[in-house]
């Protein structure tokens, strides 16, 4: 029983590697000029509109008058393209860890039953 719970979250934390990983294209993309700021802003937040309502999220922390997390008048501003990108790479190493340690876990629990 406990393999199929470490399978299954070997699955959501492919998932969420998924998302990073496309979080931290567009993001390089809008770097790299090869989209501009208000398709990039939209495509993410988007992404993440539609995760928090799958997650029943009610909140979500949006600054008044921005339309989104990612506001494409204010990404290239005091940084925030960076501290974006480097949001998504923690989350990213962060997720990874837990990839490799449920799938030890899932493993040690295949080898006792």
Known sequence: MEAVVFVFSLLDCCALIFLSVYFIITLSDLECDYINARS????????????????????????SGNMGVFDPTEIHNRGQLKSHMKEAM??????????????????LALIND
């Open 90 to 107: 923690i989350k990213l190493g962060f997720h990874l860890l837990c990839f490799f340690m449920y799938l030890y876990s899932m493993i």
């Open 40 to 63: 990039c802003c939209s495509k993410l937040n988007k992404v993440r509109h539609f995760f928090a309502h799958f997650l029943a999220l009610k909140y979500i922390m949006v600054p």
